[in-house]
């Protein structure tokens, strides 16, 4: 366990300024964007509900910057996993994490755990909180416990969907990793054409497409999970909460799930017969 989270702190100092950056950088700009526009227009007439512009103003933008960023984070997971193959062997720091006593299983884990799953939701965390501050102007006059209800209500509905969201997203950037690690340069490309190909032989020879289907099920649930808007307003009832758990409990989920494991476990063979860090 000691060598897991000493590979998982490695992780943590190489890549946390890049999320960090991220996690400053839009809010910063985006609540800029939103206090000018504000300025300069006024508050639009559909943030007038229940008497309550400001308040609604400032968690439309919370919500806003939160999907913004989860998109950001879906980009940085999508560029960073397929590369771990062979960053060791690049920077040529292969020799030495060779020789630390760590399980081939914890070596592949510990970097897409912390890439994939962990940095993001910081990120999006890091970048709720500063938000929160940002928009402090609109909401803290007027403070009451619905409210902080509401506040809380949205950081949930936005960990929890970003959560799901990655989850249901990894299988997706695995695919590319494993392609990667089977062939450099060019797997990432292969991989692509052999999903598209087996897509196609599957069709014709069984009329379904399990492949594209699975692919259009995870797509849709990243979008669901990670952009809560409903009809243009941010979707922050307690009923999504709720709805949450229809995410998991499902037949394509535990797809999902043996997909992940399955890929995983083809990156660790990899680095099992020495052709990968």
Known sequence: MQQFKTLMLREWLQQRQSWLRIA??????????????VLKLGIPAGFYANHQPLFNLAIFGLVGQSSLIAVMALIGVLIHIPSLAYRDI??????FWRSLPVNDGQAVAAPLLMNAIVLPLLTISTAFALGLFL????WLSGLQWDHIQSVLLAFTRVIWGAALGLIWFLPLVLVLAVGNSLVRRWGILLALIAV?????MMSNLIGITPIGNQIDVSMSMVSQLLLPFENDHPSLISSQLSQLPAYIFNLH????IVSIIA???VLVWQRQRGMTA
């Not at 690049?90 to 020799?95: E, G, I, M, T, V």
């Open 263 to 265: 890929l995983v476990a």
């Open 253 to 256: 989920f535990l797809q999902t």
């Open 24 to 37: 400053i950088a839009i809010p910063l700009i985006g609540w800029a964007i939103l206090y000018l526009f």
């Open 196 to 200: 598209y190909v087996c897509n196609n």
């Open 90 to 95: 690049d920077d040529k720091s292969l020799a």
């Open 135 to 138: 928009s402090a102007p609109l």
